[in-house]
């Protein structure tokens, strides 16, 4: 450990002697957790993907560890529900049965409409126009009359 954590632990074993495993946790939990009285579920129910779905999914799971009791379908609906159209809608179609799928899902499609906007931004390729042919056939020089 090292900075508030150290010194936190250092108070507390100063204070009260070396702590069982669970009193470490509660403790750890007390001081640098989330608040005692903080909506997890609802936390996690209102977020929304607002950069890359990798971010999207870290902070998703991070809260998910916090919340007890959700089904898999729920996480997948919670997490489906998150993301931003059009993914949304091509994660949805998919009907993925884990929250694994459901994310790995997001990443693809998430790649997929980053290839699709680089090929949008490359400028068209252009065809040179063919030179028009001329009305008279052109003889070479070779074969044109000379006077004798």
Do not use: K
């Not at 997890?40 to 999914?57: F, I, K, N, P, S």
């Not at 993914?87 to 694994?100: C, G, K, S």
């Amino acid at each position: 450990m090292e900075g508030p954590a150290q010194q936190w632990y250092y108070r507390l074993e100063r204070n009260q002697g070396v702590p069982t495993w669970q009193q470490f946790v509660d403790g750890v939990n007390r001081c640098f957790g989330p608040p005692v009285r903080s909506n997890l579920l609802g936390e996690l129910t209102h977020l929304r993907r607002t950069g890359t779905v990798a971010a999207y999914q870290d902070t998703f799971l991070q809260l998910l560890a916090r919340c007890d009791d959700i089904t898999e379908r729920q996480q997948v609906d919670i997490f489906t529900a998150g993301l931003r159209n059009p993914l949304r809608i091509d994660v949805e179609m998919q009907r993925p049965t884990t929250l694994e799928d459901a994310m790995g899902l997001a990443r693809a499609f998430e790649r997929r409409l980053q290839i699709d906007d680089d090929d949008d931004v490359r400028p068209p390729v252009r065809v040179p126009p063919r030179s028009a042919p001329s009305s008279s056939p052109r003889m070479p020089s070779a074969m044109t009359a000379r006077p004798i």
